[in-house]
Nanobody
């Protein structure tokens, strides 16, 4: 079983920065990792994702402000958030999809999602 633990959330003023971290427990290597968020009264949405090979995708509203990165050997994921806006206020969740071995994605794990417990980011105006 994969457990994801986020850290780094908190309260920040608009224009400020925060860095979120996510560490996966266990020895499994993870295929795609990403950050989702769910704001008050909103549905959960993808913020950014990064594949094992380093292909990155950002939600339009965070492009140029947020940077996602990962250290594969440490099963660790980061999200550097700059120029934060009040509308970035949300619970941010770490997500991983698929388990890898030296030959690629382990059969049957593509589409298998793992979630962290979430970390709250509050941006004041």
């Amino acid at each position: 079983q994969v457990q994801l633990v986020e850290s780094g959330g908190g309260l920040v003023q608009a224009g400020g920065s925060l860095r979120l971290s996510c560490t996966a427990s266990g020895s499994h290597l993870l295929n795609v990792m990403g950050w989702y968020r769910q704001g008050p009264g909103k549905q959960r949405e993808l913020v950014a994702s990064i594949t094992w090979g380093g292909t990155i995708n950002y939600e339009d509203s965070v492009k140029g402000r947020f940077t996602i990165s990962r250290v594969n050997a440490k099963n660790t994921l980061y999200l550097q958030m700059n120029s934060l806006k009040p509308e970035d206020t949300a619970v941010y969740y770490c997500n991983a999809e698929g388990i890898r071995d030296p030959f690629g994605v382990v059969a049957g794990t593509s589409g298998m999602h793992f979630w962290g417990q979430g970390t709250l980011v509050t941006v004041s105006s």
